[in-house]
């Protein structure tokens, strides 16, 4: 495989899965599937599992395809950024709330969120790396050694 790979809704079945295609067998698929929908056998951790996983906690085995989606599939990134930020909203708000000239809190509250998302896209690599062993999954890339 190139790398490319298809979407399964997709592909072009073989001419000899002809057999599906009677009465019988699989559904035919809903309208509109060809959009990119995740895989139905991939299993969601509950809220309080997502945000045990948010602030860096493990997730059982059973969650891998879903933990492996969220740090090599498509906006990785941006996930991975948002999570510093996402950190950070509760000392903005008590920042926020703090007595003193709002023009003080207001350019501390937009400090304190814009190094959190800079932060995040700066170290995204290293903690998607670190995340990824963290749930037994192979490192995407090396860190060298000199």
Known sequence: ???QGEHPATETPPAGDAAQARPGGPEPEPAGAGAVSPPRDR???PLAGRLHYLIGGTLPPRYNDWV???LTGPGWRVRQALRP???MVPFA???ALLPGQVSVRLTLVVFL???GIGLGFAT???FRNRRLEQHGFPPVFTV???
Do not use: H, K, R, Y
């Open 1 to 3: 495989m190139d790398g």
């Open 43 to 45: 299993e969601t951790p």
């Open 68 to 70: 492996s989606n969220d």
């Open 85 to 87: 930020f996402l950190l």
């Open 93 to 95: 708000i008590v920042f």
């Open 113 to 115: 969120l814009l190094s």
């Open 124 to 126: 995204s690599g290293f």
């Open 144 to 146: 060298s050694e000199d």
